[in-house]
Antibody
Framework: QVQLVQPGADVEKPGASVKVSCKAS????????MHWVRQAPGQGLEWMGL????????RYAQKLQDRVTMTRDTSTTTVYMELSSLRSEDTAIYYC??????????????WGQGTLVTVSS | AIQMTQSPSSLSASVGDRITITCRAS??????LGWFQQKPGKAPKLLIY???SLQSGVPSRFSGSGSGTDFTLTISSLQPEDFATYYC?????????FGQGTRVEIK
Protein backbone atom coordinates (compact mmCIF):
# COMPACT_ATOMS: atom_id res chain seq x y z
CA GLN A 1 0.00 0.00 0.00
CA VAL A 2 1.11 3.55 -0.66
CA GLN A 3 2.78 5.22 2.29
CA LEU A 4 4.43 8.60 2.74
CA VAL A 5 6.33 8.65 6.00
CA GLN A 6 7.63 11.85 7.55
CA PRO A 7 9.43 12.50 10.81
CA GLY A 8 7.20 13.85 13.57
CA ALA A 9 8.92 17.02 14.61
CA ASP A 10 12.01 19.20 14.44
CA VAL A 11 13.14 22.29 16.32
CA GLU A 12 15.48 24.80 14.74
CA LYS A 13 16.86 28.21 15.66
CA PRO A 14 16.11 31.36 13.69
CA GLY A 15 18.50 31.71 10.77
CA ALA A 16 19.19 28.00 10.56
CA SER A 17 18.00 25.53 7.92
CA VAL A 18 15.72 22.53 8.18
CA LYS A 19 15.55 19.51 5.89
CA VAL A 20 12.35 17.51 6.09
CA SER A 21 12.16 14.05 4.58
CA CYS A 22 9.26 12.14 3.03
CA LYS A 23 9.90 8.44 2.48
CA ALA A 24 7.64 6.97 -0.20
CA SER A 25 6.78 3.29 -0.57
CA UNK A 26 4.22 1.03 -2.16
CA UNK A 27 4.38 2.48 -5.68
CA UNK A 28 6.79 3.36 -8.47
CA UNK A 29 8.59 6.35 -6.99
CA UNK A 30 9.54 8.00 -10.28
CA UNK A 31 6.02 7.97 -11.68
CA UNK A 32 4.34 10.73 -9.66
CA UNK A 33 5.24 14.25 -8.69
CA MET A 34 5.52 15.07 -5.01
CA HIS A 35 4.27 18.35 -3.61
CA TRP A 36 4.86 20.12 -0.33
CA VAL A 37 2.20 22.03 1.58
CA ARG A 38 2.59 23.74 4.93
CA GLN A 39 0.21 24.96 7.61
CA ALA A 40 1.12 27.43 10.32
CA PRO A 41 -0.55 26.86 13.72
CA GLY A 42 -4.25 27.64 13.50
CA GLN A 43 -3.88 28.85 9.93
CA GLY A 44 -4.76 27.68 6.44
CA LEU A 45 -2.87 25.64 3.89
CA GLU A 46 -0.04 27.02 1.75
CA TRP A 47 1.33 25.34 -1.37
CA MET A 48 5.13 25.40 -1.36
CA GLY A 49 6.19 23.62 -4.52
CA LEU A 50 6.79 20.32 -6.23
CA UNK A 51 9.47 17.95 -7.42
CA UNK A 52 9.45 15.44 -10.25
CA UNK A 53 11.21 12.43 -8.74
CA UNK A 54 12.06 11.15 -12.20
CA UNK A 55 14.33 14.00 -13.32
CA UNK A 56 14.55 16.10 -10.20
CA UNK A 57 12.86 19.11 -11.81
CA UNK A 58 11.27 21.48 -9.36
CA ARG A 59 8.86 24.39 -9.19
CA TYR A 60 8.52 26.62 -6.15
CA ALA A 61 6.11 29.18 -4.81
CA GLN A 62 7.55 32.58 -5.61
CA LYS A 63 7.29 33.65 -1.98
CA LEU A 64 9.72 30.86 -0.97
CA GLN A 65 11.80 30.69 -4.13
CA ASP A 66 14.95 32.08 -2.53
CA ARG A 67 14.87 29.84 0.53
CA VAL A 68 13.41 26.47 -0.44
CA THR A 69 15.09 23.53 -2.16
CA MET A 70 13.37 20.24 -2.97
CA THR A 71 15.46 17.21 -3.81
CA ARG A 72 15.04 13.49 -4.09
CA ASP A 73 17.05 10.33 -3.56
CA THR A 74 15.84 7.65 -5.90
CA SER A 75 17.90 4.97 -4.17
CA THR A 76 15.92 5.42 -0.96
CA THR A 77 12.68 6.68 -2.59
CA THR A 78 12.79 9.74 -0.41
CA VAL A 79 12.06 13.36 -1.24
CA TYR A 80 13.38 16.23 0.82
CA MET A 81 12.31 19.81 1.44
CA GLU A 82 14.97 22.13 2.76
CA LEU A 83 14.08 25.59 3.99
CA SER A 84 16.85 28.02 4.87
CA SER A 85 17.12 31.29 6.82
CA LEU A 86 14.35 30.15 9.11
CA ARG A 87 12.21 32.71 10.86
CA SER A 88 9.43 32.36 13.41
CA GLU A 89 6.79 32.58 10.66
CA ASP A 90 8.12 29.30 9.26
CA THR A 91 6.83 27.44 12.31
CA ALA A 92 4.33 25.09 10.72
CA ILE A 93 3.38 21.55 9.89
CA TYR A 94 4.99 20.53 6.60
CA TYR A 95 3.19 17.91 4.51
CA CYS A 96 4.29 15.98 1.44
CA UNK A 97 1.53 14.88 -0.91
CA UNK A 98 1.60 12.61 -3.94
CA UNK A 99 0.14 13.90 -7.19
CA UNK A 100 -1.54 10.97 -8.89
CA UNK A 101 -2.31 11.28 -12.59
CA UNK A 102 -4.48 9.23 -14.91
CA UNK A 103 -4.80 9.90 -18.63
CA UNK A 104 -7.53 12.41 -17.81
CA UNK A 105 -7.02 13.91 -14.38
CA UNK A 106 -4.46 14.61 -11.69
CA UNK A 107 -5.10 14.91 -7.98
CA UNK A 108 -3.57 14.50 -4.53
CA UNK A 109 -4.36 11.01 -3.30
CA UNK A 110 -1.89 10.34 -0.49
CA TRP A 111 -0.44 12.64 2.12
CA GLY A 112 2.30 12.26 4.66
CA GLN A 113 1.31 12.64 8.30
CA GLY A 114 3.13 15.97 8.51
CA THR A 115 6.27 17.21 10.24
CA LEU A 116 5.96 19.97 12.82
CA VAL A 117 8.87 22.36 12.42
CA THR A 118 9.26 24.81 15.28
CA VAL A 119 11.54 27.79 14.85
CA SER A 120 12.57 29.08 18.25
CA SER A 121 15.63 30.48 19.92
CA ALA B 1 -0.95 34.59 -8.41
CA ILE B 2 -4.59 33.54 -8.60
CA GLN B 3 -6.49 34.49 -5.45
CA MET B 4 -9.10 32.08 -4.13
CA THR B 5 -11.84 33.67 -2.06
CA GLN B 6 -13.69 31.11 0.00
CA SER B 7 -16.94 31.75 1.86
CA PRO B 8 -18.20 31.60 4.45
CA SER B 9 -15.21 31.44 6.78
CA SER B 10 -17.32 29.48 9.23
CA LEU B 11 -20.83 28.13 9.56
CA SER B 12 -22.94 26.39 12.15
CA ALA B 13 -25.24 23.62 11.01
CA SER B 14 -27.15 20.64 12.32
CA VAL B 15 -26.92 16.99 11.41
CA GLY B 16 -29.04 16.44 8.32
CA ASP B 17 -28.65 19.98 7.01
CA ARG B 18 -27.66 20.72 3.45
CA ILE B 19 -24.71 23.11 3.31
CA THR B 20 -22.88 24.91 0.55
CA ILE B 21 -19.38 26.37 0.51
CA THR B 22 -18.18 28.55 -2.32
CA CYS B 23 -14.83 29.49 -3.81
CA ARG B 24 -14.29 32.27 -6.28
CA ALA B 25 -11.11 32.54 -8.34
CA SER B 26 -9.65 35.91 -9.27
CA UNK B 27 -9.36 34.68 -12.86
CA UNK B 28 -10.76 31.79 -14.84
CA UNK B 29 -9.32 28.40 -13.92
CA UNK B 30 -11.53 26.15 -16.08
CA UNK B 31 -12.21 23.14 -13.85
CA UNK B 32 -8.87 23.20 -12.06
CA LEU B 33 -10.26 23.06 -8.56
CA GLY B 34 -10.22 20.57 -5.72
CA TRP B 35 -11.92 20.40 -2.34
CA PHE B 36 -10.31 19.06 0.83
CA GLN B 37 -11.57 18.20 4.29
CA GLN B 38 -9.26 18.59 7.28
CA LYS B 39 -9.85 17.46 10.83
CA PRO B 40 -7.73 18.63 13.76
CA GLY B 41 -4.30 17.05 13.85
CA LYS B 42 -4.80 15.30 10.52
CA ALA B 43 -3.58 15.80 6.97
CA PRO B 44 -6.07 17.17 4.45
CA LYS B 45 -8.23 14.60 2.70
CA LEU B 46 -9.26 15.00 -0.94
CA LEU B 47 -13.02 15.03 -1.52
CA ILE B 48 -13.46 16.42 -5.02
CA TYR B 49 -11.05 16.96 -7.92
CA UNK B 50 -11.45 18.64 -11.28
CA UNK B 51 -14.29 20.68 -9.76
CA UNK B 52 -16.88 17.91 -9.79
CA SER B 53 -15.24 14.46 -9.69
CA LEU B 54 -15.80 12.56 -6.47
CA GLN B 55 -12.65 10.96 -5.08
CA SER B 56 -12.86 7.22 -4.61
CA GLY B 57 -14.22 6.25 -1.21
CA VAL B 58 -15.80 9.64 -0.50
CA PRO B 59 -19.53 9.47 0.34
CA SER B 60 -21.94 10.58 -2.36
CA ARG B 61 -23.43 13.26 -0.10
CA PHE B 62 -20.42 15.35 -1.14
CA SER B 63 -20.61 17.03 -4.53
CA GLY B 64 -18.80 19.78 -6.37
CA SER B 65 -19.82 22.04 -9.20
CA GLY B 66 -18.64 25.05 -11.14
CA SER B 67 -16.27 26.12 -13.83
CA GLY B 68 -14.36 29.24 -14.70
CA THR B 69 -14.33 31.40 -11.60
CA ASP B 70 -17.16 30.18 -9.35
CA PHE B 71 -17.21 26.84 -7.58
CA THR B 72 -19.35 25.14 -4.98
CA LEU B 73 -18.97 22.27 -2.54
CA THR B 74 -22.27 20.86 -1.31
CA ILE B 75 -22.90 18.39 1.48
CA SER B 76 -26.44 17.17 0.96
CA SER B 77 -27.08 15.83 4.46
CA LEU B 78 -24.52 16.74 7.07
CA GLN B 79 -23.29 13.84 9.18
CA PRO B 80 -21.50 14.01 12.56
CA GLU B 81 -18.19 13.06 10.95
CA ASP B 82 -18.43 15.98 8.50
CA PHE B 83 -17.74 18.62 11.12
CA ALA B 84 -14.31 19.81 9.99
CA THR B 85 -12.57 22.54 8.03
CA TYR B 86 -12.88 22.58 4.25
CA TYR B 87 -10.45 24.11 1.75
CA CYS B 88 -10.54 24.67 -1.98
CA UNK B 89 -7.36 24.52 -4.06
CA UNK B 90 -6.84 25.85 -7.55
CA UNK B 91 -4.39 23.64 -9.46
CA UNK B 92 -4.83 25.29 -12.84
CA UNK B 93 -1.96 27.75 -12.69
CA UNK B 94 1.25 27.99 -10.69
CA UNK B 95 1.57 28.95 -7.94
CA UNK B 96 -1.30 26.81 -6.77
CA UNK B 97 -3.38 28.56 -4.16
CA PHE B 98 -5.78 27.51 -1.44
CA GLY B 99 -8.87 29.24 -0.20
CA GLN B 100 -8.80 30.50 3.38
CA GLY B 101 -10.91 27.62 4.67
CA THR B 102 -14.43 27.13 6.00
CA ARG B 103 -14.93 25.76 9.48
CA VAL B 104 -18.14 23.74 9.78
CA GLU B 105 -19.34 23.57 13.37
CA ILE B 106 -22.21 21.85 15.14
CA LYS B 107 -25.19 24.08 15.86
Amino acid sequence: QVQLVQPGADVEKPGASVKVSCKASGYTFNSYYMHWVRQAPGQGLEWMGLIDPSGGNTRYAQKLQDRVTMTRDTSTTTVYMELSSLRSEDTAIYYCARRYCTSIDCYFDYWGQGTLVTVSS
Amino acid sequence: AIQMTQSPSSLSASVGDRITITCRASQAIRNGLGWFQQKPGKAPKLLIYSASSLQSGVPSRFSGSGSGTDFTLTISSLQPEDFATYYCLQDYNYPWTFGQGTRVEIK
